[in-house]
């Protein structure tokens, strides 16, 4: 089923996990220093195990005879030793990411909720036809379509589908209303005779504003994290999602762009009317209602306290790895004598960047093995994650052993988990309360707006749907 992976296309765009990868998963580990006394650290497995280390384990087993012995000797019996470990098969890693289809071969859905030219909705004498919409839905939702493969997924992308549609027709009446706002505005301070030549102009400068708003974005969007790009989708629908896609796309130029737009039912002339009634209706919403907000200290207190999750400051380390990987040994004997070997020269004198560069078997060895600051709880490899949070800076681990491979890690430097203090978090405490409270000044502005302009929908109770309004006379 599809359900949770179109959830997260719609909900949280883009919304990407980034991880510092190490391995998929791995076994409990006891980092305890071992007793006894301190002689060579990493003890190789094999005949050479009679000198005295910190890492003692029994030899490999010998074959077992196929003869009995004649004369067995009277002793306890012994656990048998696995001989070592060889690899199954080639090691596991994470999943591919899913491939994105080109806008412009994407599959057009099958099932259109409405005709393009269907009036979903009325804005005083506004129309708004399907069409204008169902662009920036279909966008959306193209990541997904290749993994519709069911009449159950086809059933839940229409549910999707029908969902994201009612979400997107509402943001688009919030514009059209804060648009006509705007006109309201224009036409009392210029008078009705001058508003057609204000809009022609009007129109002239969004044109200039979205292509220079555009060609920022796709320099900002080229080098973002997806994470930085879901926050700027937040705050603007219209410009990161087309620069996404003409990234996704290699498109360079605003014709390029329209191509792209117009398997969706949108197109460039499109985009760039909503851009500037968007803008202009944005503009008209600051100037009535965006004014200074007050916030007072108990606010502040308050809201830290009941945020405190959002303020905590995670553990963080910085590491250096020594790694060999079961897949490139023919028993785990073989990796373990071949890391003990690489420990023991650091140990004993190596700087350990020159033996990772020249013998560690991970993503890191050409930095000398080196991790700049991570989190805790940030790595895939459990054991590791939980070493260079237990284990004394500076001091060489114990091997730690995971389902890849074995490994060795030298703590750099480490900062315990704790919380931002109170005065420290008060800059970005009161931002966060004042944006709320314009949230809520532009919520109320704009449900004043829907008492001066009648609204309809297509989604309306059935009641409403007797009143729905032809097209004649659309613009």
Known sequence: MIHLALRLVLFATLALAVRL?????????????????????????????????????PPPTQPPSTQPPANPPRQPPVQPQQAGYVPAGPALGPPPLATLPDAATAAAPQNELFAPNTIVATVGSEFILYGEISGAVEQILAPVLPQVKTDADRAELEKIRQQLTKQVLGQVINTKLMFLEFLRNIEKNAGRDKLPEVQKSIESKMTASFEKELTAMRKQIATAKPTEIQKLMQRDAIIPRLAVLMRDNQAETLQELDALLRPYGSSLSKQIRLYGEDRLGKDTVRRQVFTTVEVSHQEMLDYFQANAADYAVPAKARFEILTVKFANFRTKNEAWNTLAQMGNEVYFGAPFATIARKHSQEPHAEQGGYYDWTTQGSLASKPI?????????????????????????????????GQVPFQEAQPKIKEAITQQKREADYKKFVESLRTKTQVWTKYDDETALARQPTATGMR
């Open 385 to 417: 994650d939980q070493a260079i949070f237990t284990i004394e800076p500076n001091k060489l681990s114990q091997i730690i052993e995971d389902e890849r491979g074995l490994h060795i890690v030298q703590v750099k430097e480490r900062t315990e988990a």
């Open 21 to 57: 990868t190490m391995v998929p998963s791995a076994v409990a580990q006891n980092y305890a220093p071992s007793p006894g006394e301190r002689g060579d650290p990493y003890r190789p497995l094999g005949p050479q195990a009679q000198v005295q280390t910190r890492y003692p384990l």
